[in-house]
């Protein structure tokens, strides 16, 4: 997936990789162990910031951010089972429902987080990301 992941992020200013011991360390702040896909996002970039093929924006966090950011956010407050792991930089969060077998991507609007609100952006992380290349 490391060429592909490449090629779906080739517009994005991004981050060195995230190690493993750093990966296992925010695992633990969060208790939950991250999708396979996502760690091997994480491997490649540890965040970053940019466009995703023509039409899409997208702001990814750092591993070691996600517990904090999702704290301040109150996010398990506003909406239980939320994993916010970045934005489309104009009000919307991007994260995994762990609700849900599989952890599906979906879309909430930060200013209004409620599972209401929520849209789906891809059955996997790397769905999400060709979702977001191929947006026209």
Known sequence: MATELRQLLDGLKYSPCASDALIAESEAQLGLKLPDEYVSFLRVTNG???CIGKNE???FWKVEELA???RA???QEYAPG????GSNGGGEAYGFDTRTEGWPIVRLPVVVM???EARPMG???AA???LLYEAE
């Open 123 to 125: 059955e996997s992380f």
């Open 73 to 75: 956010y109150k996010v």
């Open 68 to 70: 904090s950011l999702n």
């Open 48 to 50: 970053g910031e940019g």
């Open 114 to 116: 409620s599972w209401t």
């Open 82 to 85: 939320f994993l916010i792991f």
């Open 57 to 59: 924006y997208a702001i």
């Open 128 to 130: 999400f990301l060709k």
